[in-house]
T-cell receptor
Framework: KNEVEQSPQNLTAQEGEFITINCSYS?????LHWLQQHPGGGIVSLFMLSSGKKKHGRLIATINIQEKHSSLHITASHPRDSAVYICAVLNSGGYQKVTFGTGTKLQVIP | EPEVTQTPSHQVTQMGQEVILRCVPI?????FYWYRQILGQKVEFLVSFYNNEISEKSEIFDDQFSVERPDGSNFTLKIRSTKLEDSAMYFCASSDPARVGEKLFFGSGTQLSVL
């Protein structure tokens, strides 16, 4: 079983829809990253969370440490949001090992 | 905005050859990382580096791999005696966790093809 599980694996949405991507993890963590990987392969860090909620523009990320679960929400989705969204956890213990989820491929259709 | 730069963007090598992938992290960052992504698979952690030494490494990072910060700006990944299965996109990243909420900053990657 993967230490970091994401759902769904693939998601197709109509432009304007509210989107939720989920991430569950089974290890102790000190922080969780949400990353965006563009079709060309480049990776951009969206958020780093250790508790609560963060918002940036149309993106909202939440984390529930007790339930070992995080969600990434996209409001008013747009075709340019089409990408692979990756959840990655920073393992606890004071070190810097990051474990990645398999990613959620999002396609937003105009 | 400051960025992590990686060179080359593409590297083709023959099996058994040594390659060096180069990265220039963001100048005031303290932690440096290498990750790889085999085509169609998830990103995998290779190694983290802090204070001029490896702080964490994965099972993938065996004796074939080494990292170095030869000067104040470059961070390199050396792969000795490359194998076909080393073909992947290699990403460098840096961060400064001393800043609250600091994110990882990724380079654009080096696509390594081992023939």
């Amino acid at each position: 079983k993967n230490e970091v599980e994401q759902s769904p694996q693939n998601l197709t949405a109509q432009e304007g829809e509210f989107i939720t991507i989920n991430c569950s993890y089974s290890v102790g963590i000190s922080a969780l990253h949400w990353l965006q990987q563009h079709p060309g392969g480049g990776i951009v860090s969206l958020f780093m969370l250790s508790s609560g909620k963060k918002k940036h523009g149309r993106l909202i990320a939440t984390i529930n440490i007790q339930e070992k679960h995080s969600s990434l929400h996209i409001t008013a989705s747009h075709p340019r949001d089409s990408a692979v969204y990756i959840c990655a956890v920073l393992n606890s213990g004071g070190y810097q090992k990051v474990t990645f989820g398999t990613g959620t491929k999002l396609q937003v259709i105009p | 905005e400051p960025e992590v730069t990686q060179t080359p963007s593409h590297q083709v090598t023959q099996m058994g050859q040594e390659v060096i992938l180069r990265c220039v992290p963001i100048s005031n960052h303290l932690y440096f990382y290498w990750y790889r992504q085999i085509l169609g698979q998830k990103v995998e952690f290779l190694v983290s580096f802090y204070n001029n030494e490896i702080s964490e490494k994965s099972e993938i990072f065996d004796d074939q791999f080494s990292v170095e910060r030869p000067d104040g700006s470059n961070f390199t990944l050396k792969i000795r005696s490359t194998k076909l299965e080393d073909s992947a996109m290699y990403f460098c990243a840096s961060s400064d966790p001393a800043r609250v909420g600091e994110k990882l900053f990724f380079g654009s990657g080096t696509q390594l093809s081992v023939l």
